[in-house]
């Protein structure tokens, strides 16, 4: 039967919901912090992270409203880390969803600082969601993020991949990258949702594996469209991994064994939600997506 | 009546309980990020910071070892600041304890994660003590120094300081960078270990009172021993203030109306404690050795 779930109006209403709640969590003034937390907080990215807790959630019969405070902190831990790999001491980047990234609209003290504070900020706006959600729960999720962020997740998945810039790597090793890097966050964003939704043990070990194969698949997909993307539709420039000599997928396995792996993981994450019902199209949606994004 | 209470001894039994404790909660590795934090996370500090926590704990009736998981994770957000503050976009900073900053001994990259790394480690450990502390209370304690270090406290202290060099300033302008630059985290500390360590109302607001006058009077202190200090005992070089044309109590008020100040200031500490017994020791011996400390 065929699904008469609107993938392109759920995520215009969740973002407008994300954005929302934003611009409530972090209002904006006449600060120079505030205003270059702001200017990479809304600067116009995908909200993938937020998506897919909100998804999770629903998935488990919860309500978007339920986790958008929780969303939108992960939405800052995500923007943290993005602002810090731009600067010019790590992957000196200029440009950032087609706009000069923040320590090029800023200054570099701006934008490590605008980087921290959002850091911080997420463990504020989770610590102070206290009222709409068990404190043990609560607890679990800021543990999950904080160790999916740190020195055994992100932290490390950044500092490999500098150190892994001009080096041949294996598959194994640039799976572990990208596990780390991106993977763990993604994985996380999922089971939070989960988590805080009320989901039970077999349905967060199966999201597990979604938020895990979905994490792979993500970056998959984007080392694909670093070679074959459409530098306008993306808002950066192709072709920058080769440039940099990177280890990618397309360069160790080839362009169509790298869409094949990709499928594989979407085939493996839309499995994996095999036991929910209609309430979980959100999450198969985005599985669907990863594979057909052009950005 | 003649205090029996030995303050040295005190501080090294406080010193190696904290240190012991920072190895368990960030064991050594071989993977560089660890390192890294670690090599400034032990770098010799004072920690004023956790002794104040667990002071404060002990002024209400705990012992040390109930908040000495909460003690590090605040040792971790203050080793954060002072690597990013460090950093070459920032203080550019070449020497810290006697020691090669972060950047300097690792690189920039290395030193930027690092960071990053002991801000998120401290949530992580904060929230992995769930089962030490009523989660209630725990989330309490992590909104409160999430905030201390947020935007609205240290990341906007240290922004304003940035901005305020080369620059006068009034004693209005000094005292409020101050209070977000090291105050808020001071007090925070302070209140920390009073709410895990099971404080009443009434302790809890004299406790603030506390925390706010020695906050401040550390840093007028500070400020005195950048003119006056033994370049040897500090571990970093003297005048850098008067150098970077900085705005100081001594270059505004003048060395010995500092001095006054800084006296008032620990009267108002000192104060603020009448209400405690002798529980409160400790923390009467860190507001005098703010007046008499030589680094």
Chains 1, 2 share one sequence.
Do not use: W
């Amino acid at each position: 039967m065929m699904s008469m779930f609107d993938f392109n109006s759920y995520l215009v209403a969740r973002n407008r919901e994300i954005n929302e709640r934003i611009d409530v969590l972090l209002k904006p003034d006449s600060s120079r912090i505030v205003s270059a937390m702001r200017y990479s907080l809304t600067a116009g990215g995908k909200r993938a992270r937020p998506v897919l807790c909100i998804g999770a959630a629903e998935s488990v019969g919860a309500e978007a409203k339920d986790v958008l405070t929780v969303a939108c902190a992960i939405e800052m831990i995500h923007t943290y880390s993005l602002i810090h790999d731009d600067l010019p001491a790590m992957d000196d980047d200029d440009l950032r969803r087609g706009k000069p990234t923040c320590h090029v609209a800023y200054d570099e003290a701006s934008a490590i600082l605008a980087g921290d504070a959002l850091l911080t900020l997420a463990f504020q706006v989770l610590s102070s969601a206290a009222s709409e959600y068990p404190p043990s729960r609560l607890l679990e999720v800021i543990y999950l993020l904080s160790h999916a962020a740190g020195y055994k997740g992100m932290v490390e998945g950044q500092m490999r991949d500098i150190a892994s810039e001009g080096i041949s790597l294996d598959i194994d090793a640039i799976e572990q990258i990208h596990a780390l890097k991106t993977g763990a966050l993604i994985q996380a964003s999922v089971l939070s949702g989960a988590i805080l939704g009320g989901g039970n043990a077999e349905q967060i070990e199966q999201l597990k594996i979604y938020g895990k194969n979905i994490g792979l698949a993500f970056q998959v997909t984007d080392d694909i469209l670093n070679v074959e993307g459409d530098p306008a539709l993306l808002g950066k420039a192709v072709g920058s991994d080769e440039n940099r000599k990177k280890s990618t997928y397309p360069s160790i396995m080839g362009m169509e064994a790298s869409k094949q792996f990709a499928r594989k993981l979407i085939d493996n994450a839309l499995e994996s939600l095999s036991i929910f019902d209609n309430k979980a199209e959100p999450l198969r949606a985005v599985a669907r997506y990863i594979i057909y994004r052009k950005r």
